[in-house]
Nanobody
Framework: QVQLVESGGGLVQAGGSLRLSCVASGIILRFTPMGWYRQAPGKQRELVASITMRGITNHADSVKGRFTVSRDNAKNTMYLQMNSLKPEDTAVYYC?????????WGQGTQVTVSS
């Protein structure tokens, strides 16, 4: 059974940083294309960053240059380093495969950026 557990969110002032973690079980991340997604209130869930099996990363234009996705194969964990946070980054952040599997969604981790 696949389980993805996100953590690392919190309340931060604009310009601050956070690092999110996604610990995986039942799936080997280095063999799976993965993504970080977010959903803000009243908006659809969107993909913000992805990483392929080969470690090639891609970031949405809205976060490019500020967010960085990475993976630790030994820990079977994916990360999202978020710098220069903006109020519009406020959302619940989730990890999932890319494209996402409907049964893999976890609880997510709340990120709130105050102005």
């Amino acid at each position: 059974q696949v389980q993805l557990v996100e953590s690392g969110g919190g309340l931060v002032q604009a310009g601050g940083s956070l690092r999110l973690s996604c610990v995986a079980s039942g799936i080997i991340l280095r063999f799976t294309p993965m993504g970080w997604y977010r959903q803000a209130p009243g908006k659809q869930r969107e993909l913000v960053a992805s990483i392929t099996m080969r470690g090639i990363t891609n970031h949405a234009d809205s976060v490019k240059g500020r967010f960085t996705v990475s993976r630790d194969n030994a820990k079977n964990t994916m990360y999202l380093q978020m710098n220069s946070l903006k109020p519009e980054d406020t959302a619940v952040y989730y990890c999932n495969t890319n494209p996402p599997a409907s049964t893999y969604w976890g609880q997510g981790t709340q990120v709130t950026v105050s102005s």
